[in-house]
């Protein structure tokens, strides 16, 4: 089947931007998601991009899509202590019926 | 407006119980999804309706479960003889559409399952 795949950790000081990279092996994906979710809460959507775009920006947000080699990465500048989350990176292949997610990266903050 | 809402939170049952999930999606979305998040398997997609209709089961994990919507709007997901390989989060999403622009797909709290 197709596979999402996440860095397990990701480690950063607050203030310094943090970069979350995803990997993903259909090609017939038409939009990727980011989602965040919060220890004991639901999914929430950060943002999406369309597979025709190659970047996309929401205020601390940046979203960097390479289709050629099947790379999505999530960009949060100036990252704060509320920025402490799992991320999953989601996509949905051409055909598919519902979303194929990551792991998920614990984004962890240090002080 | 009101999100996606799922009850009950939480439920605790024994092995071999019956159990209900249910799912109010957003009002006016027409897609409904259900997932399920574990720690060994991470998210799992299960099923999706477009209005009512569940055009395809295969990703259900065994006969045991089954889920309905109705009157295009509500949906349960039905675990029959639950077994300890059930305990999960069961979690609900739901999106104006189903593939291609608007199916940005917006997820209730879950709910969580722990059998005994």
């Known amino acids: 089947g197709e596979d999402v795949e996440q860095s397990l950790f990701l480690s950063v000081r607050e203030g310094d931007s943090s970069v979350i990279n995803c990997t993903y092996t259909?090609?017939?994906?038409?939009?990727l998601y980011w989602y965040k979710q919060e220890p004991g809460a639901g999914l929430q959507l950060l943002t999406y991009?369309?597979?025709?775009?190659d970047m996309k920006q929401d205020q601390r947000l940046t979203v960097l899509l390479n289709k050629k080699d099947k790379h999505l990465s999530l960009r949060i500048a100036d990252t704060q202590t509320g920025d402490s989350a799992i991320y999953f990176c989601?996509?949905?292949?051409?055909?598919?019926?519902?979303?194929?997610f990551g792991k998920g990266t614990h984004l962890i903050i240090q002080p | 407006g009101a999100g996606v809402s799922q009850s009950p939170s939480n439920k605790v049952t024994e092995k071999g119980k019956d159990v209900e999930l249910r799912c109010d999606p957003i009002?006016?979305?027409?897609?409904l999804y259900w997932y399920r998040q574990s720690l060994g398997q991470g998210l799992e997609f299960l099923i999706y309706?477009?209005?009512?209709?569940?055009?395809?089961k295969s990703g259900l994990p065994s006969d045991r479960f089954s889920a309905e919507r109705t009157g295009g709007s509500v949906s349960t997901l039905t675990i029959q003889r639950t077994q300890q390989e059930d305990s999960a989060v069961y979690l609900c999403?739901?999106?104006?559409?189903?593939?291609?622009?608007?199916?940005?797909?917006?997820f209730g709290p879950g709910t969580r399952l722990t059998v005994t």
């Open positions: 999403a739901s999106s104006l559409a189903h593939g291609g622009r608007g199916d940005e797909q917006y």
């Open positions: 259909d090609s017939s994906s038409t939009y």
């Open positions: 991009i369309f597979s025709n775009m």
């Open positions: 989601a996509e949905m292949g051409g055909g598919a019926d519902g979303l194929t």
């Open positions: 009002s006016g979305h027409t897609a």
């Open positions: 309706f477009q209005g009512n209709s569940a055009p395809d």
